[in-house]
């Protein structure tokens, strides 16, 4: 023990703790490493704990397995267990969640009782906020992906801002930079590319594969858009089916139209059931 009132009340073996009040309240926990002021200050019997940076798991009591790395992440964990996290304030809310990864500054920063979740980057998963009994499930990988997301569940954001707005949508994949950007509470989208689906916000159902395919998209729902710009325009059009760049580029709010082919129906905007095929 090195530092002021560091392993102060420690009984137990095999605990390393460097730093003014590191492992202070440690009575029979072990296997435990504390670095930093007050990191691990108040574990009691929590065991194989890694805390690096000032008051990284400081509220720790009986959680164990747990590796903080960064000033204050997991500051407020307590019992929770199995938790990585690695960054300043990552998991900085956690109190009793289990089994969750968060890599970046601020990640997961305001999840308590989540469980399952995965965030990597800076503000990934930022206001999600879970009960522990709730489906979890979420990943999100890039810079404020699932930023605002705070009930929703089994989504998966890879990509700078992907899924960013989402609060409560559930189901919902996203791949690729400000893909699903502005997307808030719909379920069952996919957006695949550069800006797919970037608009959507209460639309459910819509599959977007190609940069900025369905890119105007707000609450149309069961579309299905295959191809750079195809279905560009589309805003509240329901049904439609676009296959090949800039396929129905222009429609808006035309419904149950199938275009297939590089350009098709591309200057239909407000028209339904239309079909046509360029070969």
Not at 105 to 124: E, H, P, R, W
Not at 203 to 211: D, L, Q, R
Not at 243 to 250: D, K, P, Q, V
Request: with cysteine; glycine share 12%; net charge positive.
């Amino acid at each position: 023990a090195i530092g002021t009132n560091a392993l102060y009340k420690s009984n137990a073996c095999n605990n390393l703790a460097i730093g003014n009040n590191a492992l202070y309240n440690n009575t029979t926990g072990f296997a435990n490493l504390a670095i930093g002021n007050s990191s691990l200050g108040t574990n009691t019997s929590g065991y194989i704990n890694l805390a690096i940076g000032n008051s990284a798991l400081d509220a720790n009591t009986t959680g164990s397995s747990n590796l903080a790395i960064g000033s204050s992440a997991l500051e407020a964990n307590t019992s929770g267990f199995c938790n990585l996290a690695i960054g300043i304030l990552a998991l900085g809310g956690s109190t009793t969640g289990s089994s969750n990864l968060a890599i970046g500054n601020n990640a997961l920063f305001s999840s308590t009782t989540g469980c399952a979740q995965v965030a990597i980057g800076t503000d990934a998963l930022y206001a999600s906020n879970f009960e522990a009994t709730s489906a979890n499930a979420n990943v999100a990988v890039g810079y404020r992906a699932l930023r605002a997301n705070t009930t929703g569940s089994s989504n998966t954001a890879i990509g700078t801002r992907a899924l960013s707005a989402n609060t409560t949508g559930v189901n919902n994949t996203a791949l690729g930079a400000n893909a699903l950007l502005l997307h808030t509470s719909g379920s069952n989208n996919t957006g695949i590319g550069q800006a797919a689906l970037r608009n959507t916000s209460t639309g459910t159902s819509n599959t977007a594969v190609g940069m900025q395919a369905l890119y105007a998209n707000t609450s149309g729902a069961g579309n299905s858009a295959l191809g750079i710009n195809s279905l560009l325009c589309n805003t509240t059009g329901c049904c439609n089916t676009a296959l090949g760049i800039n396929a129905l580029y222009c429609n808006t709010t035309g419904s149950f139209n199938v275009a297939v082919g590089r350009n098709a129906l591309r200057l239909s905007n407000t028209g339904s059931t239309s079909t046509t095929a360029n070969v």
